[in-house]
């Protein structure tokens, strides 16, 4: 019997949704669960290790890798490049393995067109006013800046219909079980399982 590919679970949303709690509870819940590790050309920060916090290129090396195809979707941020690497998460996909990849927009529509096969989920929240509210609370940005993000969520909000699933993230661990609830379905899509009909047609008669 083959054995089935992992399904490629991508997750975005707004900044302040709360898309970082909700895949950090889904790790808890399935510790096999692969989370997609990065390519970047900016330098390791203190602590930081190769292959596990990123995979650090050169912007030679990263410019190689999107000539050969070899990243999933990448971006220019702040003078440094990311990107997700596609032989990497291909091989745990191979494996069986479910991958995590946590992203932006624009980085899953790109994986979107590549990757059709992933399952795209939108994490939002409750309403605007409670957005504005998680964003505050962190005690960390200026008006000025609370009202740029909330701009910039209306403006992400309008590419929700892009993704497979909208998942309304009123209490984390619900929203997470949502999630998970929604994977199992994935994983018994047809297209998945077809090899459960070869096995059946390949047996030997009872």
């Keep these: 019997m083959n054995k089935p590919k992992g399904l490629l679970l991508v997750v ?47 912007v ?36 069986g393995r479910d991958v995590l990849l946590e992203i932006d927009v624009q980085g899953a529509l790109q994986i979107k067109k590549v990757f059709p ?15 504005r509210a998680r964003i505050y609370n962190r005690g960390k940005d200026t008006e000025e800046v609370i009202e740029k993000r909330l701009k910039e969520a209306t403006h992400e909000l309008r590419y929700a219909s892009k993704y497979d699933y909208i998942i309304v993230n009123d209490i984390a661990e619900k929203a997470a079980g949502r999630v998970l609830t929604l994977l199992e379905a994935e994983r018994y899509r047809a297209g998945r399982t077809y090899f459960i009909i070869d096995k059946i047609l390949d047996g030997p008669e009872k």
């Design 12 to 58: 975005s949303g707004p900044s302040g949704a709360g898309k970082g709690t909700i895949c950090g509870l889904l790790r808890k819940a399935l510790p096999d669960l692969a989370y997609s590790v990065s390519v970047t050309t900016r330098a390791p920060r203190e602590g930081e290790v190769d292959g596990k916090d990123y995979f650090f290129k050169t």
């Design 60 to 95: 030679s090396q990263v410019k190689d890798m999107i000539f050969r195809g070899e990243l999933l979707e990448y971006a220019q941020v702040y003078g440094n490049y990311y990107g997700t690497p596609k032989p990497y998460v291909m091989g745990l996909l191979n494996e």
């Design 117 to 131: 096969d992933g399952v795209f989920v939108f994490v939002v929240p409750p309403t605007l006013s409670e957005l």
